[in-house]
């Protein structure tokens, strides 16, 4: 195995290690759970995806994905149904109302470094400030306890901006903008690498982090 694949994999179990931390507060979330959800929550055509779309998407084996989007149903986190009018063969997947509550916190909780929500929160609307007061917040874990709410996001964001931030020299003066000047290089040069060793997903996630965060 050459040196280059060898760390790239350690840095990607360590990068799944962190997501388990990030969603920890989050009941049944797990760094590959949400990137099927985050695919069918963003779709601009609604909360809904075929499931031919979130396995191109993805990279992934159908296989891998059938298990994923089953054990995601019987979570009631989503839900499964055929498109009887035009493709009979093809699956629909939709988030249901506690796969939206869900993907709300989970998101928080990646992109984001505010107090946890409570769940009676609009889940597709504007949340009104009211609702953002620490005291309202109602956190359950994995196991159905509850934890104290804590200001905490962007584990692994945070990660990869404070290891660019520390890698430039020359004062403060512009350092701000240009880590993640930085950063977008070594995101395109992983997408290089990536594509070179037979990688045809498509980018899930932000590319352009000197565009798209303030940070």
């Not at 840095?11 to 507060?25: D, I, K």
């Not at 989007?69 to 629909?92: M, Q």
């Not at 956190?139 to 905490?152: F, L, M």
Request: charged letters at 30%; hydrophobic letters at 40%; proline letters at 5%.
């Amino acid at each position: 195995m050459h040196p280059l694949s060898f760390l790239q994999k350690r840095a990607h179990l360590c990068a799944v290690a962190r997501g388990r931390e990030m969603f920890e507060l989050v009941a049944d979330m797990t760094p590959a759970r949400f990137d099927i959800l985050y695919l069918i929550h963003r779709n601009r055509s609604g909360p809904w995806m075929e499931q031919a779309a979130v396995t191109r998407m993805l990279g992934l084996a159908r296989q891998t994905v059938w298990k994923m989007v089953e054990r995601l149903v019987e979570l009631g986190l989503i839900t499964k149904t055929r498109d009887l009018n035009f493709h009979p063969r093809r699956s629909i997947l939709t988030l249901t109302e506690e796969g939206r509550l869900r993907i709300r916190e989970a998101l928080a909780a990646a992109f984001t470094e505010t107090e946890p929500l409570p769940r009676a929160a609009p889940a597709e609307r504007v949340v009104p400030r009211y609702w953002k007061r620490p005291e309202l917040a109602d956190v359950v874990t994995a196991n159905g306890g509850r934890r104290p709410s804590v200001k905490r996001g962007r584990e692994v964001e945070k990660i990869y901006t404070t290891f660019f931030w520390r890698r430039l020299y020359g004062g403060r003066r512009g350092k701000r903008f240009r880590h993640l000047s930085l950063l977008d290089e070594m995101i395109e040069l992983a997408t290089d690498v990536a594509r070179a060793l037979g990688d045809t997903s498509s980018t899930v996630y932000s590319i352009r982090f000197s565009e798209n965060h303030d940070h």
